[in-house]
């Protein structure tokens, strides 16, 4: 075999399947080989003492949508996938929002002209679907399918964005017929907004108030509906940032009846409680996300199920403020936990704090990290095998982790645009030493060696078989 590009030699090797110690050959952006006694490289990356796996998939963050009136999110892509990169992340899926009078291909085609200017990593986009009208059923999902975009985004809750049932049902039926994968925001939009007016009209106003607004059986009651409509529709799904074990054990039960439900957790409630959001002052409102984190017992729930695969995903929902920013957290200054804008900034500690909180505590295995850090969102999206995996053709995205780099997480350290982190003071062992994205050594022993705009737009494949007709009307349910 002539020269490679580039060899990761002498590293313990983990994938979702397992682990092994192997060397990684690769050319022209690709994987071409695994063994030992590969050929030279005109670029070789010694290995020895570190763990090597796929790069990371994040495949829930909020880069560069527009918010509403006298709010902004602080990264753009640029500095989003620079974030990323620096935490072992190798391909983003954000989101591309559905706006009112805009076709979906459009709005995607506009989503795609931002990340391909700035990111310094690939990207693939979800939808967020507000608005599903007849023609963006019938037309605009179909054709947003074929250009690579394949999964899709409702809410069940936020003014604006919230569908009824009715809408969620004729969403999923579409995502039944074309093999789309469709993610669900649960939780129980009155049932928030009642709450939210009892609190207000107590005079309680602070931003803890966040959390008590949205309970956890407000997750639950929303996504046990969820599920019923998915079961009605007969069709896999996926519920995003599931905050509770209640939810889980409900997800458990409709399992065993049969449905194909997926989910997904991050980091933030897994390592953050609503005892967070009491911080002096307004200090809470860093911490304000929905939905919100709970208590030590659900905390170390999730991680159970997280040991036990319950969870197929680790996502960061990176969705960050200023929190100095006017137009960030600070827009709640001096007014009640409702004008705080919900999201946390943790694209960039995802993963390190997985490795270090995860598998070096003993909570989970380096396979079980692969799984739900990159090869599962890879599988659900339909980017798999070329992204989260290290099979031979796959792009090589590939990390080499230090498991003895032991730091306090600072947000100076951090390279997002967010004036903060929610886990400064965080001793975290376990970070990236080499970063190599399509072959390229983008992050070397801390030197970042990625341009704004190198990233591609990667189309997703259709995640499930395409299935005409609905369960229910065929008899049966
Ligand atoms: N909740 C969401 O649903 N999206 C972004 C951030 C958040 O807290
Ligand atoms: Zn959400
Ligand atoms: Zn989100």
Known sequence: MSKLDLAVRHGHVATAEGMAYYDIG?????????????????????????????????????????????????DDFDSASLSA??????????????????A???????????AESRSRLDVAFHMVLAEPHAHALAHEIPAVIEQGC????????????????????????????????????AENADCIDWLTDQLLAAGRVAPHEHAASRPMLVERE?????????????????????SSPETVAQIAAARAR?????????????????????????????YVCSPPPRDDRSREGLWAALATGQFDVVSSDHCPFGFADPLGKAAGLGRDFTCIPNGLPGVETRLPLLVSEGVLAGRLSWPQFVALGATQAARLYGLYPRKGSLMVGA??????????????????????????????GMRVRGWPEWVVGRGEVLFAQGRIAAEPGRGRVVPCDRPLPPRPGVAALAGGK
């Open 104 to 114: 979906l291909p459009e709005t995607l085609a506009e989503y795609r002209r931002r």
């Open 258 to 286: 049969g449905l194909h439900v997926h989910a997904e957790t991050c980091p933030q409630y897994l390592l953050l409680t609503a005892a967070d959001l009491h911080g002096d002052a307004h200090e809470g409102a860093k």
């Open 222 to 242: 929303a996504a046990f509906r969820a599920m019923a409509l998915a079961e009605l529709v007969d069709v896999p799904f996926l519920i995003v940032h599931v």
């Open 150 to 185: 394949t999964s899709f985004k409702v809410y069940m809750t936020y003014e604006g964005m919230r569908l009824t049932d009715r809408q969620i049902l004729e969403v999923l039926a579409v995502a039944r017929r074309e093999g789309a994968m469709t993610m669900v925001h």
């Open 26 to 74: 690769v050319r022209d952006g690709r994987i071409v080989a695994l063994g030992r006694d590969l050929p030279a490289a005109k670029v070789e990356i010694d290995a020895s003492g570190r763990v090597v796996t796929p790069g990371g998939i994040d495949s829930h963050c909020h880069i560069e949508q527009p918010m509403p009136a006298g709010v902004r999110l602080a």
């Open 395 to 424: 792009d090589a995205d590939i990390v080499v982790w230090n498991p003895d780099d032991e730091r306090v997480v600072s947000n100076d350290g951090l390279h997002h645009r967010a004036d903060y982190t929610p886990y400064e």
């Open 85 to 102: 990169l620096c935490g072992g992340t190798t391909t983003l899926v954000p989101f591309a929002v559905q706006e009112s009078g805009i």
